[in-house]
């Protein structure tokens, strides 16, 4: 029969015209060349307790056995592989059997996971991972299949003696080594959080108006001025020429470290706050000369008040 004949009995049975196009996949397929240990991708189609099928555009599926999906204790084929999900390994035997190709995700992983930590490393990539068990000191997690240690100091701001209570949680961290020849994968989540810290205080400073009278403890004192604890992780630094009316050689000739005192808030430039006490005693506006002395030497960097002097006083 001919192939217009052909196209005419299918449409007359109700089917459709079959041209090169349909077969444009099975072509596709049929001229590619799979190897064992090449590194592939496919689309899962099938889930199971045992493992699971994909479609690897070719002509035979690939399976995955469940012990070669991952290392992680705490993963689920069921519960954390869903059809329509992408899924990389390599090819381990091209035919297991039963006609389907054998691949694993944990030898991808070694193959293709250290080269995506260096570059996760590089590129400081906030990561989410769940915290598989606690270990000394510290807990692990996977990233990208491999095995990574979070040191008890790199979990929270402050250290974590019981790192059991994270066991089960997602933490957002950054990779802080990574050296595939020892297999050590290190990871904070301290450094994320440091970061929002830092990004809650300069939201905090910004939304200070100039001329707000606060009131705090005195935290430090140093030869040219005093920092005063306001509370919520932010500090100021009342120079030496905003503390008192009368010209002081050392800010201890009126100060003590504990003291509580009331500020006016001169500025905020740079996210240091710029404070004198002098302004609030007398309920005036700070004398400008003055003021643009203090502005002047707040806004040095070695001794103003910026985020690393900020967090200081947050034990980090």
């Known amino acids: 029969m001919s192939e217009e004949k052909r196209g005419i009995a299918d449409a007359e049975n109700g089917g459709t015209t079959e041209t090169m196009a349909d077969y444009a996949r099975e072509l596709e397929a049929s001229f590619r060349t799979i190897r064992e240990g090449d590194v592939i991708s496919g689309t899962v189609i099938d889930v199971r307790e045992t493992g699971v099928t994909l479609d690897l555009g ?38 297991d059997g039963a006609g389907n190709i054998q691949m694993s995700c944990v ?68 990779v802080i080594t990574v050296d595939s020849d020892r297999q050590k994968l290190v990871l904070s989540a301290k450094d994320v959080l ?64 504990g003291d509580t005192v009331r500020a006016v808030v001169l500025n905020t430039k740079d996210n240091r706050i710029s404070l004198s006490i002098k302004a609030a005693a007398e309920n005036a506006e700070p004398d400008e000369l003055e003021e643009k002395q203090a502005e002047e030497y707040s806004s040095k960097e070695a001794v103003g008040t910026s985020l690393g002097d900020l967090l200081k006083g947050l034990k980090l």
């Open 58 to 95: 070719y002509y035979a599926p690939a399976v995955i056995k469940t012990e070669d999906l991952s290392r992680d204790p705490s993963f689920s084929v069921l519960a954390d592989i869903h059809v329509g999900d992408t899924l990389e390994g390599t090819v381990v035997k091209r035919d």
């Open 107 to 174: 030898e991808a992983a070694e193959t293709l996971g250290w080269d995506r930590l260096k570059q996760y490393q590089e590129e400081k990539t906030i990561l989410k991972i769940k915290v598989s068990e606690s270990v000394n000191q510290g807990v692990t997690a996977y990233v990208e299949g491999i095995r990574g240690f979070i040191p008890a100091s790199q979990l929270a701001l402050d250290y974590v003696e019981d790192t059991t209570e994270f066991v089960g949680k997602t933490l957002e961290v950054r």
């Open 194 to 257: 440091k970061e929002k810290e830092v990004e809650r205080l300069n939201h905090k400073i910004s939304m200070i108006v100039p001329g707000t009278v606060v009131e705090g403890r005195v935290e430090s004192l140093m030869p040219y001025g005093a920092f005063v604890d306001l509370g919520d992780g932010l500090s100021g630094l009342v120079h030496i020429s905003q503390i008192s009316q009368k010209r002081l050689k050392k800010p201890s000739e009126v100060l003590t470290v």
